[in-house]
């Protein structure tokens, strides 16, 4: 088991990230506030990297359980060693997108439990599935700020 590499990093990767390492590493938005009805994360989350540019990873995380605002991943599209992965329902929130710079995602990725070889994936080389998720950041009530 092993943090992700900057290398690695890249559309339709799964992985877990500390969210407070993140909030202490800086440098990170979301375009959901730590509120009552709009809540962002907290603690060990399952994040999808929807896209990077080398700098700057766009992510969303990933529920296990359905709640108003959330969409199920196709169970088809999901790839790699872990079965509880596989087999297990997931959703991703359309109102909750995070921006982290590629070093915070890295040092964040640190209890990240699968192997360099075989990460959880989902969409692995399907740009149309992943660009329809990242088309609900359009959709969004509020803008990225600092988490």
């Known amino acids: 088991m092993a943090a992700v590499d900057t290398h690695e990093v890249a559309p339709g990767l799964v992985v877990q990230l500390?969210?407070?390492?993140?909030?202490a590493l800086g440098g990170c938005e979301t375009n959901a506030v730590r509120t009552p009805q709009d809540?962002?994360?907290?603690?060990?989350?399952?994040f999808l990297v929807l896209s990077s540019d080398g700098t700057l990873v766009t992510t969303v995380p990933l529920f296990a359980h359905w709640v108003t605002g959330n969409h199920l991943l196709e169970e088809q599209k999901k790839g790699g060693a872990h079965a509880r992965w596989r087999e297990k329902k997931r959703f991703f929130s359309c109102w909750q997108f995070w921006r982290i710079?590629?070093?915070?995602?890295?040092?964040?990725?640190?209890?990240?439990?699968s192997e360099t070889i075989n990460r959880r994936?989902?969409?692995?080389?399907?740009d149309a599935a992943l660009l329809e998720i990242s088309a609900w950041q359009k959709k969004n009530r509020v803008g990225f700020s600092a988490v």
């Open 18 to 23: 500390d969210t407070e390492k993140l909030r």
């Open 39 to 46: 809540r962002a994360v907290v603690g060990a989350q399952f």
């Open 101 to 113: 710079p590629l070093r915070a995602f890295h040092e964040a990725s640190e209890n990240e439990d």
């Open 121 to 126: 994936w989902y969409a692995r080389g399907n």
